[in-house]
């Protein structure tokens, strides 16, 4: 039998003084009452209720029962209610990832927006360059840089990433401006560790028909290799997110903006759920608000 609806019973029972009274409010039989009652009893080795023909009264361990099934059932009450409120209303934290020089720049003052705008609402952000499992990993939303696989996921389009060369002043002085990429052999191209065969310097190569050695400079984070483009070490590759601000202050210069590899396509990736939780229905409009299009 149902457990929780035996525990329910008998609450019932003790409360409302009969098992016809019990019966009654539960739409069931009072033959039915009593099997449930039984099975409680059986379960527990023992009585809960001394029954007579004009009254009931708990046993000693009846009472006890009693106590705690009444709690228990608060309890259930009070989850469901919460879980009820969580679908009316925005609230509770959103566990989000993101890529590392996206997350920091792009996402992070979107965020402190997203939170004014959602006081109940708190953020979980995890950055990193490593593709997540966004169930196994508990995630509640994730974006995705790149070509999607079929993953089963939701998929919200955002605007694309792009891409972005550009050197210092200094050392355009020092080695010259390259025009094409096939000039960028002459030149200290500064590499990223974490690129893909498909991405960085060997993908503009392999687009152009262009040599570009290898650098004698490896990171595998882009604010690193940011800073040595200012201070003058080479030319850097990396997003558009990253560079543009120092571009427009005059402390970068953009480069070859016409051999630029084609944008990546960006998603918003979150599970599949007929009624999601308003925490993330309301994250994805924002996000979809402030980041999609073309």
Not at 42 to 70: F, I, P
Not at 166 to 179: D, H, M, V
């Amino acid at each position: 039998m149902d457990r929780l609806l035996s525990m329910e019973l008998f609450v019932a029972v003790v409360e409302l003084g009969s098992l016809t009274a019990a019966a009654e409010a539960h739409r069931l039989s009072q033959p039915m009452v009593g099997k449930h009652l039984a099975a409680l009893e059986a379960r527990l080795g023992g009585k809960l209720l001394v029954r007579t023909t004009r009254r009931q009264q708990l046993t000693e361990l009846g009472q006890h029962y009693y106590q705690r099934c009444r709690a228990i059932l608060a309890d259930l009450a009070a989850a469901e209610d919460a879980a009820a409120l969580l679908r009316e209303q925005p609230r509770g934290v959103l566990r989000v990832n993101a890529s590392v020089t996206f997350g920091t720049l792009r996402l992070a003052p979107l965020l402190a927006e997203f939170m004014a705008r959602y006081p109940e609402i708190g953020v979980e952000l995890e950055l990193c360059d490593q593709l997540v499992n966004l169930v196994a990993e508990g995630y509640d939303a994730v974006f995705r840089i790149g070509h999607l696989a079929d993953s089963g996921l939701v998929a919200r389009r955002l605007k694309p990433y792009r891409m972005m060369i550009a050197a210092s002043p200094a050392y355009l002085a020092r080695r010259g401006k390259p025009e094409t990429p096939e000039q960028l052999a002459e030149h200290d191209c500064l590499g990223f560790s974490r690129w893909r065969r498909d991405d960085g310097w060997d993908a503009l190569a392999r687009l152009h028909a262009a040599h570009i050695p290898s650098s004698r400079f490896q990171c595998n984070q882009g604010q690193a290799l940011r800073q040595l483009a200012l201070a003058g070490a080479g030319i850097v590759l990396q997003a558009e997110t990253l560079l543009a601000d120092d571009v427009a202050a005059g402390r970068l210069v953009s480069l070859l903006d016409g051999y630029l590899p084609e944008a990546k396509p960006m998603h918003l990736l979150f599970p599949a759920d007929r009624q999601p939780l308003p925490k993330l229905r309301v994250f994805v409009d924002f996000i979809v608000e402030r980041l999609g299009g073309l």
